[in-house]
């Protein structure tokens, strides 16, 4: 996908529920409660953090494009679509965001390093300087390095074909695995900067950008068979192992536990409103959580129900038909199971 498929693929689903800036967040991975259910409400996780560092002048220029186009209408309090952005067909994508939160950057940067260090070293020469300065990535890039005898020759031989074999399977275009090895450097060649490869390809630099997050998300889709024994190191710490964040998982602990959503608020000393995100965040997830703790089932049908007949999710608009439901309550209807409206 280009960057402004991608935007677009994100504003057909929230169909005129969100404010402009929301696609915004979302690609960068805002942790806000906001951002989370929409993920859920909307199915939306191919799209979250595949650029945690968007720049903002970057997709407001792809607004501008869009409007150009006219497939949006300008509008400051939502996301007005054209008719023909509503029948417009986009392309398939692999990107899966919601799965990678961004550490698929830390699986390149390892392969980075390490193809780097292989390259040099093949040509006998152990003094370089490295293409990653994380000095996380380079502790962990070095152990891994030593625990695979990366020295020898038939390591190193291996390891080049597990890169093709395995990338040849990824299912991207060829252009997008192109553009992410083009990023490598070795002995004597430096990786390609993102205006070189978005002049080779005669495209806009965001554009190559989300390309290599295609060829990478699909790339690892394919490492985690376990048929690549050298590869499949690299994914240590980058697959998410629970569909909930971190902070989310803690509050499902305490709850699991017996404790009300005051009390661990309490206990964890965060705002109320926030451990009501993460129990959005839980039932968007759980298909075994229940909202019986926090309303009736009366008022959870009646939630659903005006929310089918509506056709939103819209917090206040079903809020006016059912003024004695929370905004929480509400949420967390939405929430159960992830069923769309």
Known sequence: ???????????????GQRTVSSPYHLIKGKKSGQTIQDIGYFGLHPYFAVLPKLDKK?????????????????????IQLHQSATDLQLPATSLNGWK??????????????????????????KRFDPVVTDEAVQSWTKSYLHRIDFRSSEVQAAFKVQIENSLALAKTAEMHKDILMARLSGYGVGGLTWDQLAAKHQLLPIDVKIAAVEALHAWLDVLEGMEYPLLTGLLEGIIQQSALTESAKRTQNLYERGFSLSQIAELRQLKTSTIEDHFVE???????FSPASFMDDELFESIRRISKEMKTKRLRDIKERLPDASYFQIRLALAVRGEAV
């Open 1 to 15: 996908m280009r960057f402004d498929e991608v935007v677009l693929a994100i504003m057909k689903a929230v169909d």
């Open 58 to 78: 970057d997709y407001l220029d792809s607004i501008e494009r869009l409007q150009a186009q006219g497939l949006l209408v300008p509008d400051d309090n939502s």
């Open 100 to 125: 990678y939160r961004g550490n698929e950057r830390r699986f390149f940067s390892r392969l980075s390093l390490i193809v780097q260090t292989m390259s040099n070293f093949l040509q006998g020469h």
């Open 282 to 288: 839980l039932a968007m997830n759980d298909p075994a």
